[in-house]
Each structure stands twice: as C-alpha cells, then as structure tokens.
C-alpha cells in the first residue's frame, strides 16, 4: 500500500490561500488517483477534489469549485491542493488518498490508502 503523509495546513484569516501536500512512498503512485477529502468535527469525511493518475482530469465538489485546485507531480510523488478565497465553513482536518485505479473518483470507500490529515483553520 501506498503511504501518505500530508503537510501545509495551518491557521489562515477568511480570503486566505494555503497549499497543501501530500508526499507518497511506492512506486505505484503515478498509477493511480488520488484525492483530498475533508473532515470537520461532527461532521462526516467529504469530498473534496480528485485528480487521476496523470493529471489531466480532475473533479471537485460544489463547495470548492473555482476556489481549490488540484494538481500532482508524478516526479515528486506529491498531490497538491492550492486553496483560494478560503471561507470558515472550509475548517476541517484534510486527508489525502489514493485509489487503486488510474481513474478519479467522490466516494471515500473507493480510496485504499489514506494519510492522517492536516489540519485547516479559518477564522473569519
């Protein structure tokens, strides 16, 4: 299985941006999608955005379309998450995860593999 270690969150004021990562170990990374949910206490884990094994399709949910972006760098097996024009409803513990397919997907029971968050604060 893939491991994953996410890094980049913080304490950031409503308007802000922050970039995630997150690194992975093995050599099946580039084979694979992998996505970004979310988790707020409370709350269920939820989707956030998913990208396929090459980079050239990607998905979001409504909540964060035009704001997050998605992205990886296959060279550095790291997924990325550039989030913009960040809103208090966006607080949560964010986790990376890969799928054992090529293709992305919104469901968390899709994913095989899952790193242990990082933790995004927004205060307004």
């Known amino acids: 299985q893939v491991q994953l270690v996410e890094s980049g969150g913080g304490l950031v004021q409503a308007g802000g941006s922050l970039k995630l990562s997150c690194a992975a170990s093995?050599?099946?990374?580039?084979?694979?999608?992998m996505g970004w949910f979310r988790q707020a206490p409370g709350k269920e884990r939820e989707f956030v955005a998913t990208?396929?094994?090459?980079?050239?399709?990607?998905g979001y949910a409504d909540s964060v379309k035009g704001r997050f972006t998605i992205s990886r760098d296959n060279a550095k097996n790291t997924v990325y998450l550039q989030m913009n024009s960040l809103k208090a409803e966006d607080t949560a513990v964010y986790l990376c995860?890969?799928?054992?397919?090529?293709?992305?997907?919104?469901?968390?029971?899709?994913?095989?593999?899952w790193g242990q968050g990082t933790q995004v604060t927004v205060s307004s």
């Open positions: 995860a890969a799928r054992g397919s090529p293709n992305g997907a919104m469901g968390p029971n899709e994913y095989v593999s």
């Open positions: 093995g050599r099946t990374f580039s084979s694979n999608a």
């Open positions: 990208i396929n094994w090459s980079g050239s399709s990607t």
